[in-house]
């Protein structure tokens, strides 16, 4: 996903809000959001939220997320370096067939951020307001 600066700061904020607001659910119990959403009352409420913050529904909030977060990992741990690698052993073994090749290149590939998404987030970094709360994506991680 190709974040805007305006994605980025409304997938923070809303990230920030859900992890406080539904910090006492379920959530982490459910295989993906929409079931949460789907089957509980909080997961409707949590699905007003992403709405109330512009995204469609849950699933556009989560991609949005997770390449913010990916890109911001990218930036404070550069490992583009270690993908390339592993792209091109994949790309060089002869075991494999090429199907399979394909597949993971691409999603070796999907682990690499766009330019854009770089620069985003690093002017998002360099914010008095929003370099602060892309730490508390750190907190996650760990």
Known sequence: MELTP???????DSYILAKT????????QYENLQ?????????KKFDADVKAA????????????????????????DQTS??????????????????????MVKALKALIPSDNNKKII?????????GPKLKQLDVEEE
Do not use: C, H
Not at 6 to 12: E, F
Not at 54 to 77: C, E, K, M, P, R
């Open 6 to 12: 305006d994605i980025a700061r409304r997938a923070l």
């Open 21 to 28: 607001k539904y910090a006492d659910t379920d959530l982490d």
């Open 35 to 43: 079931d949460f959403v789907d089957q509980t009352e909080d997961g």
């Open 54 to 77: 512009g995204f469609a529904n849950v699933t556009d909030w989560n991609l949005a997320v997770t390449t913010l977060g990916l890109t911001y990992a990218s930036i404070t741990d």
């Open 82 to 103: 270690d993908l390339e690698q592993q792209i091109k052993e994949v790309e060089d073994d002869k075991e494999l067939a090429q199907d399979m090749k394909d597949k």
């Open 122 to 130: 690093q002017d998002m970094m360099d914010d008095p307001v929003y």
